[in-house]
Protein backbone atom coordinates (compact mmCIF):
# COMPACT_ATOMS: atom_id res chain seq x y z
CA UNK A 1 0.00 0.00 0.00
CA UNK A 2 3.07 2.60 -0.01
CA UNK A 3 3.23 4.66 -3.08
CA UNK A 4 4.17 7.89 -3.84
CA UNK A 5 2.19 9.90 -6.73
CA UNK A 6 2.92 14.45 -7.94
CA UNK A 7 1.12 16.14 -10.65
CA UNK A 8 0.97 19.71 -11.83
CA UNK A 9 -1.65 22.48 -12.52
CA UNK A 10 -0.81 25.12 -15.04
CA UNK A 11 -3.14 27.85 -13.67
CA UNK A 12 -3.40 31.60 -14.89
CA UNK A 13 -1.45 32.95 -12.23
CA UNK A 14 0.70 30.32 -10.84
CA UNK A 15 1.54 26.88 -10.76
CA UNK A 16 -0.53 24.19 -8.32
CA UNK A 17 1.26 20.89 -7.53
CA UNK A 18 -0.52 18.00 -5.81
CA UNK A 19 1.11 15.25 -4.02
CA UNK A 20 -0.06 11.91 -2.87
CA UNK A 21 1.51 9.77 -0.39
CA UNK A 22 0.23 6.33 1.26
CA UNK A 23 1.22 4.12 3.73
CA UNK A 24 0.10 0.86 5.51
CA UNK A 25 -3.17 1.20 7.30
CA UNK A 26 -6.09 -1.02 7.81
CA UNK A 27 -8.71 1.37 6.25
CA UNK A 28 -8.55 4.18 4.35
CA UNK A 29 -7.05 7.26 6.44
CA UNK A 30 -7.05 10.22 4.77
CA UNK A 31 -5.14 13.60 5.90
CA UNK A 32 -5.72 17.04 3.71
CA UNK A 33 -2.51 18.56 4.48
CA UNK A 34 -3.26 21.91 2.32
CA UNK A 35 -4.99 25.19 3.42
CA UNK A 36 -5.48 25.42 -0.39
CA UNK A 37 -8.32 23.07 -1.06
CA UNK A 38 -11.42 24.54 -1.38
CA UNK A 39 -13.98 23.63 2.09
CA UNK A 40 -16.98 22.15 -0.85
CA UNK A 41 -13.95 20.30 -2.07
CA UNK A 42 -13.05 18.56 0.40
CA UNK A 43 -15.49 15.41 0.21
CA UNK A 44 -15.21 15.27 -3.09
CA UNK A 45 -11.72 14.71 -2.31
CA UNK A 46 -11.58 12.29 0.21
CA UNK A 47 -14.41 10.57 -1.29
CA UNK A 48 -12.10 9.70 -4.86
CA UNK A 49 -8.84 9.13 -2.56
CA UNK A 50 -10.94 6.35 -0.65
CA UNK A 51 -12.26 4.90 -4.46
CA UNK A 52 -8.56 4.75 -6.23
CA UNK A 53 -6.58 4.31 -3.29
CA UNK A 54 -9.03 1.64 -0.91
CA UNK A 55 -6.96 1.52 2.01
CA UNK A 56 -3.85 3.47 3.64
CA UNK A 57 -3.22 6.16 5.44
CA UNK A 58 -2.76 8.82 2.58
CA UNK A 59 -1.62 12.21 2.62
CA UNK A 60 -2.89 14.52 0.53
CA UNK A 61 -0.76 18.05 -0.55
CA UNK A 62 -1.44 21.12 -2.45
CA UNK A 63 1.36 23.47 -2.87
CA UNK A 64 0.61 26.50 -4.98
CA UNK A 65 3.86 28.93 -6.31
CA UNK A 66 3.10 32.17 -7.79
CA UNK A 67 3.57 33.14 -11.51
CA UNK A 68 6.00 36.27 -11.86
CA UNK A 69 2.59 38.64 -12.39
CA UNK A 70 0.86 37.36 -8.97
CA UNK A 71 4.37 37.05 -7.44
CA UNK A 72 4.43 41.06 -8.06
CA UNK A 73 3.01 42.29 -5.35
CA UNK A 74 2.59 45.97 -4.33
CA UNK A 75 4.22 47.32 -1.19
CA UNK A 76 2.82 49.06 1.92
CA UNK A 77 5.10 52.15 1.61
CA UNK A 78 3.73 53.30 5.08
CA UNK A 79 4.41 50.29 6.87
CA UNK A 80 8.19 49.69 5.55
CA UNK A 81 8.78 53.06 6.64
CA UNK A 82 7.38 52.87 10.05
CA UNK A 83 9.14 49.75 10.51
CA UNK A 84 12.49 51.76 9.30
CA UNK A 85 11.95 54.56 11.65
CA UNK A 86 11.43 52.01 14.50
CA UNK A 87 14.83 50.22 13.67
CA UNK A 88 16.55 53.67 13.15
CA UNK A 89 15.87 54.79 16.62
CA UNK A 90 16.63 51.33 18.15
CA UNK A 91 20.27 51.64 16.79
CA UNK A 92 20.81 54.94 18.34
CA UNK A 93 19.73 53.94 21.68
CA UNK A 94 22.14 50.55 21.33
CA UNK A 95 25.59 51.14 22.44
CA UNK A 96 28.00 51.86 19.88
CA UNK A 97 25.98 53.16 17.47
CA UNK A 98 27.37 53.96 13.76
CA UNK A 99 25.17 54.85 11.22
CA UNK A 100 24.61 52.12 8.53
CA UNK A 101 26.61 52.36 5.07
CA UNK A 102 25.01 51.00 1.89
CA UNK A 103 25.58 47.74 2.33
CA UNK A 104 23.95 47.54 6.16
CA UNK A 105 21.18 49.41 4.44
CA UNK A 106 20.44 47.12 2.22
CA UNK A 107 19.94 44.03 4.56
CA UNK A 108 17.81 45.43 6.79
CA UNK A 109 15.88 46.73 3.61
CA UNK A 110 15.85 42.41 2.69
CA UNK A 111 14.89 41.82 6.45
CA UNK A 112 11.89 44.76 6.75
CA UNK A 113 10.43 43.38 3.11
CA UNK A 114 10.07 40.05 5.23
CA UNK A 115 7.97 41.66 8.24
CA UNK A 116 3.87 41.21 7.93
CA UNK A 117 2.41 44.06 6.41
CA UNK A 118 4.70 45.06 4.31
CA UNK A 119 3.50 43.55 0.82
CA UNK A 120 0.43 43.21 0.64
CA UNK A 121 -0.83 39.69 0.50
CA UNK A 122 -3.83 38.85 -2.22
CA UNK A 123 -7.16 37.86 -0.50
CA UNK A 124 -8.71 36.18 -3.21
CA UNK A 125 -8.50 32.53 -3.20
CA UNK A 126 -5.85 30.62 -4.85
CA UNK A 127 -8.81 28.27 -6.29
CA UNK A 128 -11.73 29.60 -8.35
CA UNK A 129 -14.35 27.24 -9.90
CA UNK A 130 -12.93 28.20 -13.08
CA UNK A 131 -9.67 26.28 -12.33
CA UNK A 132 -11.03 23.51 -10.59
CA UNK A 133 -11.58 21.24 -13.71
CA UNK A 134 -7.93 21.64 -14.51
CA UNK A 135 -6.72 20.57 -10.82
CA UNK A 136 -9.16 17.48 -10.80
CA UNK A 137 -7.35 16.44 -13.89
CA UNK A 138 -3.22 17.29 -11.77
CA UNK A 139 -5.30 15.07 -9.09
CA UNK A 140 -6.31 12.31 -10.84
CA UNK A 141 -3.23 12.21 -12.62
CA UNK A 142 -1.32 12.15 -9.21
CA UNK A 143 -3.38 9.22 -8.24
CA UNK A 144 -2.99 7.45 -11.33
CA UNK A 145 1.11 7.55 -10.85
CA UNK A 146 0.62 6.50 -7.40
CA UNK A 147 -1.56 3.40 -8.30
CA UNK A 148 1.45 2.59 -11.18
CA UNK A 149 3.63 2.83 -7.94
CA UNK A 150 1.82 0.64 -6.57
CA UNK A 151 1.96 -1.89 -9.11
CA UNK A 152 5.45 -2.23 -9.37
CA UNK A 153 6.07 -2.49 -5.75
CA UNK A 154 2.93 -5.58 -6.07
CA UNK A 155 4.65 -7.26 -8.93
CA UNK A 156 7.97 -7.43 -6.69
CA UNK A 157 5.94 -8.47 -3.60
CA UNK A 158 3.77 -10.75 -5.59
CA UNK A 159 7.34 -12.76 -6.65
CA UNK A 160 8.47 -12.66 -2.87
CA UNK A 161 4.95 -14.01 -1.15
CA UNK A 162 4.70 -16.69 -3.62
CA UNK A 163 7.85 -17.82 -3.98
CA UNK A 164 7.95 -18.11 -0.25
CA UNK A 165 4.62 -20.24 -0.28
CA UNK A 166 6.38 -22.72 -2.33
CA UNK A 167 9.70 -22.83 0.08
CA UNK A 168 7.15 -23.63 2.69
CA UNK A 169 5.73 -26.78 0.46
CA UNK A 170 8.72 -27.97 -0.31
CA UNK A 171 9.59 -27.87 3.71
CA UNK A 172 6.86 -29.60 3.93
CA UNK A 173 7.81 -32.29 1.52
CA UNK A 174 10.99 -32.53 3.78
CA UNK A 175 8.92 -33.77 6.68
CA UNK A 176 7.59 -36.36 5.27
CA UNK A 177 10.74 -38.24 4.17
CA UNK A 178 11.32 -37.85 8.11
CA UNK A 179 7.63 -39.55 9.05
CA UNK A 180 9.08 -43.11 8.37
CA UNK A 181 12.00 -42.11 10.53
CA UNK A 182 10.56 -40.54 13.11
CA UNK A 183 8.27 -43.33 13.67
CA UNK A 184 11.16 -45.56 13.94
CA UNK A 185 12.49 -43.51 16.11
CA UNK A 186 10.03 -43.64 18.74
CA UNK A 187 9.47 -47.39 18.37
CA UNK A 188 13.12 -47.75 19.36
CA UNK A 189 13.26 -45.42 22.30
CA UNK A 190 9.89 -47.05 23.61
CA UNK A 191 11.71 -50.39 23.45
CA UNK A 192 14.63 -49.35 25.06
CA UNK A 193 12.79 -47.83 28.05
CA UNK A 194 10.54 -51.60 28.13
CA UNK A 195 14.50 -53.63 28.04
CA UNK A 196 15.69 -51.16 31.18
CA UNK A 197 12.35 -52.24 33.12
CA UNK A 198 13.23 -55.80 32.27
CA UNK A 199 9.82 -55.92 30.70
CA UNK A 200 8.97 -58.39 27.92
CA UNK A 201 5.62 -57.03 26.27
CA UNK A 202 3.41 -59.35 24.43
CA UNK A 203 4.35 -58.93 21.11
CA UNK A 204 0.34 -57.99 19.10
CA UNK A 205 -0.55 -55.65 22.00
CA UNK A 206 3.01 -54.10 21.94
CA UNK A 207 2.19 -53.13 18.19
CA UNK A 208 -1.94 -52.14 19.16
CA UNK A 209 -0.48 -49.70 21.73
CA UNK A 210 2.43 -48.33 19.86
CA UNK A 211 -0.08 -47.82 17.16
CA UNK A 212 -2.49 -46.08 19.53
CA UNK A 213 0.60 -43.89 21.00
CA UNK A 214 1.27 -42.90 17.74
CA UNK A 215 -2.02 -41.63 16.30
CA UNK A 216 -1.52 -38.48 18.66
CA UNK A 217 1.42 -37.48 16.86
CA UNK A 218 -0.20 -38.15 13.07
CA UNK A 219 0.19 -35.00 11.02
CA UNK A 220 -1.62 -36.25 7.83
CA UNK A 221 -4.38 -34.31 8.97
CA UNK A 222 -2.67 -30.69 9.71
CA UNK A 223 -0.42 -32.10 6.25
CA UNK A 224 -3.84 -31.93 4.32
CA UNK A 225 -4.81 -28.69 5.61
CA UNK A 226 -1.42 -26.70 5.28
CA UNK A 227 -1.68 -27.46 1.83
CA UNK A 228 -5.00 -26.30 1.09
CA UNK A 229 -4.47 -23.51 3.11
CA UNK A 230 -1.28 -22.68 0.61
CA UNK A 231 -3.23 -23.54 -2.38
CA UNK A 232 -6.11 -21.53 -1.26
CA UNK A 233 -4.12 -18.50 -0.90
CA UNK A 234 -1.99 -18.59 -4.29
CA UNK A 235 -5.86 -18.65 -5.91
CA UNK A 236 -7.07 -15.46 -3.88
CA UNK A 237 -3.82 -13.79 -4.14
CA UNK A 238 -4.04 -14.62 -8.08
CA UNK A 239 -8.25 -13.94 -8.45
CA UNK A 240 -8.87 -11.13 -6.54
CA UNK A 241 -8.51 -7.62 -7.19
CA UNK A 242 -8.06 -6.42 -3.27
CA UNK A 243 -6.83 -9.72 -1.23
CA UNK A 244 -4.80 -8.53 1.41
CA UNK A 245 -7.56 -8.86 4.59
CA UNK A 246 -8.43 -12.26 3.49
CA UNK A 247 -4.23 -13.14 2.50
CA UNK A 248 -3.95 -12.41 6.21
CA UNK A 249 -6.69 -14.83 7.51
CA UNK A 250 -5.37 -17.48 5.21
CA UNK A 251 -2.06 -16.71 6.72
CA UNK A 252 -3.32 -17.13 10.22
CA UNK A 253 -4.81 -21.00 9.97
CA UNK A 254 -1.36 -21.84 8.13
CA UNK A 255 0.37 -20.74 10.76
CA UNK A 256 -2.10 -22.86 13.17
CA UNK A 257 -0.79 -25.94 11.09
CA UNK A 258 2.38 -25.54 10.98
CA UNK A 259 2.40 -24.78 15.06
CA UNK A 260 0.65 -28.27 15.60
CA UNK A 261 2.73 -30.12 13.17
CA UNK A 262 5.73 -28.76 15.18
CA UNK A 263 4.00 -30.10 18.77
CA UNK A 264 3.86 -33.08 17.12
CA UNK A 265 6.82 -33.69 15.87
CA UNK A 266 8.88 -35.53 18.50
CA UNK A 267 11.85 -35.42 15.66
CA UNK A 268 14.52 -32.85 16.05
CA UNK A 269 14.88 -33.19 12.30
CA UNK A 270 10.99 -31.89 11.63
CA UNK A 271 11.66 -30.05 14.41
CA UNK A 272 14.48 -27.91 12.57
CA UNK A 273 11.91 -27.86 9.36
CA UNK A 274 9.19 -26.19 11.63
CA UNK A 275 11.48 -23.33 12.59
CA UNK A 276 12.52 -22.82 8.95
CA UNK A 277 8.35 -22.72 8.00
CA UNK A 278 7.58 -20.06 10.57
CA UNK A 279 10.28 -18.02 9.52
CA UNK A 280 9.13 -18.46 6.08
CA UNK A 281 5.55 -17.79 7.36
CA UNK A 282 6.24 -14.75 9.62
CA UNK A 283 8.09 -12.68 6.20
CA UNK A 284 5.05 -13.34 4.50
CA UNK A 285 2.77 -11.97 7.14
CA UNK A 286 5.43 -8.57 7.50
CA UNK A 287 4.93 -8.23 3.40
CA UNK A 288 1.05 -9.07 3.34
CA UNK A 289 0.25 -6.35 5.37
CA UNK A 290 1.51 -4.26 2.08
CA UNK A 291 -0.85 -5.94 -0.04
CA UNK A 292 -4.23 -4.37 -0.84
Known amino acids: MTGYGKAEAQLPNGKLTVEIRTLNSKSADINIKTPLLPKEKDIPVRKKLADRLQRGTIDFFLTYEA ?8 INADALKSYYNQVMLLRRELPGFTAPGDEANSEILAALLRLPDVVDAKKADVLSDADWPVV ?6 AIDHLLEFRSQEG ?3 YRDVTGRIRTILGLYDEVEKLEGERIETVKTRILKNLEDLAQKPDPARFEQELIF ?5 DIN ?9 CRYFMETIDGEPYPGKKLGFIIQEMGREI ?16 VQMKDELEKIREQSMNIL
Open 67 to 74: GAADAARP
Open 155 to 157: AVL
Open 259 to 274: NTTGSKANHAGIQRLV
Open 213 to 217: YLEKY
Open 136 to 141: EQAIDA
Open 221 to 229: EEKVRLRQH
